[in-house]
Every structure is written in C-alpha cells, then in structure tokens.
C-alpha cells in the first residue's frame, strides 16, 4: 500500500499552520508543520517531504535562506518548494527565485486558495516521459544562444532536458516548449539543479521551473496526470 503524499508547512502565524493543517489532512496528505525556518530545515532533512510551503518572513532563518540550504542536499534537488509573502515586489521574488524556490507567491486573502494548488500538485503523479521538444537559452544581460533539446520528462514543478552540449549547474534559463497534445506554448525561466552525462555523451540537465504561471501548471499537471 502506498504512503500518503507528504507536505512541510512552515510559518510563524499558529492559525495559518492549524488551517493548513486541517485542510490537507483531510484531503489525505500527511502534514509537518515549523515556525521557524530553522526547524523547517530540520524536518526537511529527516522526513522527506513531497512538497514544502514556506512563508518569507519567519524568525530564526527565513524563508530563503531555508530554500537555499534545502537545494543543497542532493535528496531535495527536485522537491517543489514555494515561498509565500505578504508583499511581492520583484526583489523579494528575484531573492526567493534565486534561493531555488519552484514558486514564489502572494499569501492570498483565502489560505484555502493557494492550499487547493497544493492538494493538485500532490494528487497527481510527480514526473511523466516524454519526448516533447524544448527551444532553451541561457537567461541574463545577454541572452545565451537559443539551442534545441528535448524533454525526458516533466513534472509541474520542472524537467529534464537532454541536450548534445554542456549546460552549466546554477545557471538560469529561458525555455520555451508547447504541452504534448494541448497546442498550449510554456515560455518560462529553470534553473538547472544538477547536470550528467551518459555513456553516450547525452547531457541530461535537471530543471526547476521559476515563476511558472498558474495556468501554465494547470495545463503541465492535466498531462502529467492524463
């Protein structure tokens, strides 16, 4: 039989986290709640989560700072991890999309509309082969040349892309690729967890998807779960 999805819940507000709490767990997802971004690292690491839910502004460490030191450890590279703010400006999303967060966003008036996304990323299954096509280029003041490769599989947190040349761990880039079977265009910035190569000199690039759209998720995760 398998094991209920998993969920890390940190936040400083004990209302948000019973909320949270209450709500998840009644949907079959297994919940570790933390106040602090410290304690949040902790459970991470001993416990494995399937998806965490950081808030930006928590005493200890913060929510970045907790991002960051999670993508350190190899078994959290492609955990999706969102951080949530009560404000937006675009040097808090630029810091926590830097950190290795899969999403940042606005903490909404209803806790129960950014928990129902949470509950859709869970339900369904985490990565799905495929063989689609991706235009990518390496993101910055001067943007990379546009080169052409292919996904192994994709997820509504990231993918894996496989190219014939080198692509460099750490470095951000701009994707563009349409969902099998929809005709819907994903142009969206990754940035690459880990890179390999095998036998055959195929690089295989892990992805993290920064700033992915809600509906451009929405239509990953309905051919993910199809």
Sequence with gaps: MMSPPTALIADDLKMFLLIA???LEGRGIGVFT?????????????RHPRLVLLDLMMPVMDGADACGEMRRDPAMAFTPIIIM???????IRDRCLKAGCTNFV????KPGDLLTIIARILAVRQRKPTHMSVVFGEAGPVEGKQQVGK?????GTGMLLLTGKPIRAGSLLNLEFVVPGTGHTVKVQAKVA?????TEGTYGAGLHFAG??????????GYVSA
């Design 34 to 46: 933390a106040e602090n971004g410290a304690r949040a690292l902790e459970l991470a690491r001993a």
């Design 21 to 23: 709490k209450t709500f």
């Design 106 to 109: 606005v903490k909404p008036q």
């Design 194 to 198: 880990r890179v390999d190569q095998d």
């Design 212 to 221: 992915l759209s809600e509906a451009d998720q929405k239509q990953i995760v």
């Design 151 to 155: 996904a192994g599989n994709v997820s």
């Design 85 to 91: 703010s009560a404000t937006g400006g675009p040097e």
